[in-house]
């Protein structure tokens, strides 16, 4: 990010959300606005309510899509397995009336939980230069959390549809760690999806998952994203294994090594367990937290941190010889 965009100004936070009460944060060089997306999901599943599958696939897009469409445009790509109108007809309108009640309460929940998450986080973090958006919304299942640019400002969206689903009730770990990303990304060149290396992923995934679980230690593997259950101590278990595994794809930028490692889909990988790379992160994190802090990592730029990365890595792959 470009500390252009925050101008050097001290800004107060504030929330603009339609129904929701405006909120102050502590002074930053920081701003951002929140788009609040569940009026329109609320009026969409007023109408479709006890319709056929069809009709509330035509009602989405007609009530609910097409007034963001801009925003759902910048989607399109990452969510393009989600957005495909036959399997969100099989996958994703069967779901939603068990998940509606559960999603008013979320979004209910959000402004507290969004006030409380950025307080801690600029307690770690003071030097929090982010301006750009936040936007609640439903994402057909595409994601709990993401950051990623949304019509050419720097963005955090959080999916309550996806999150409810999860089980996730809260959701101060995970807007803390998308948070970390919009931080980290002022000194740290990387995007979701952008063909970088994999070893950039694993860094940029591993340091936000370390300060979401440093900021919430009594939070459940749930509320941390940690999912599938089991996943965390399956890759301590094999930790060694694992992290040779990951060294030998260390420059790659095929997408089907990300997916082994940061996706929870199936794969045929019988080592890797699915989104194995965001534990693995926390790992080699913890290892350079023995002699860094999480301050100077967060700071590294790329050049500065592969060769701490490749070298964690390595301790970690020898552990048990």
């Known amino acids: 990010m470009s500390s252009a965009s925050a ?30 997306f569940m009026p329109e999901f609320w009026k969409f599943w007023a109408a479709a309510q006890g319709q056929s599958i069809d009709r509330q696939a035509q009602l989405w897009q007609d009530i609910y ?45 959000l402004p507290q939980q969004l006030t409380a998450a950025q307080r801690r986080f600029l307690q770690m973090f003071p030097d929090m230069r982010w301006a750009g958006d936040i936007y609640v919304l439903a994402s057909g299942h595409c994601f709990n959390a993401r950051a990623q640019t949304i019509q050419g400002r720097s963005a ?37 999806s952008s063909g970088y290396p994999l070893w950039t992923v694993l860094w940029a995934e591993g340091l936000a998952q370390y300060v979401c679980e440093q900021l919430n230690p009594a939070a459940s593997e749930i509320d941390l994203s940690l999912v599938p259950l089991g996943m965390a101590q399956t890759v301590d278990d094999r930790k060694a294994e694992i992290a040779a595994d990951f060294l030998r794809r260390f420059d790659s930028t095929d997408e089907n090594d990300s997916t082994v490692y940061f996706s929870i889909s199936d794969h045929e990988d019988p080592l890797v367990p699915a989104r194995a790379g965001y534990e693995l992160g926390v790992l080699v994190v913890r290892e350079l937290s023995k002699h860094n802090s999480i301050r100077t990592m967060a700071h590294w730029s790329q050049q500065e941190a592969k060769p701490q990365l490749h070298e964690a890595l390595s301790a970690l792959a020898g552990a048990s010889q």
Not at 17 to 35: D, M, Q, R
Not at 164 to 176: C, H, M, N, S
Request: net charge negative.
């Open 65 to 109: 899509v097409k007034p963001h469409r801009m925003v759902y445009g910048d989607l399109v790509k990452s969510c393009k397995d989600e957005f495909d109108p036959e399997w969100a007809r099989a996958k994703y309108f069967p779901d939603l009336p068990k998940l509606v009640p559960a999603m008013h309460a979320m979004a209910d929940s």
């Open 7 to 36: 101008k050097g100004a001290t800004v107060i936070f504030g929330v603009l959300l339609s129904g929701w009460t405006c909120l102050a944060f502590p002074p930053s060089k920081s701003s951002f606005t929140v788009h609040n």
């Open 156 to 192: 955090v969206l959080f999916g309550v549809d996806d999150i409810v689903a999860l089980g996730q009730r809260d959701l101060t770990p995970v807007i803390e760690h998308e948070l970390f990303h919009r931080y980290h990304h002022e000194f740290f060149d990387f995007e979701v």
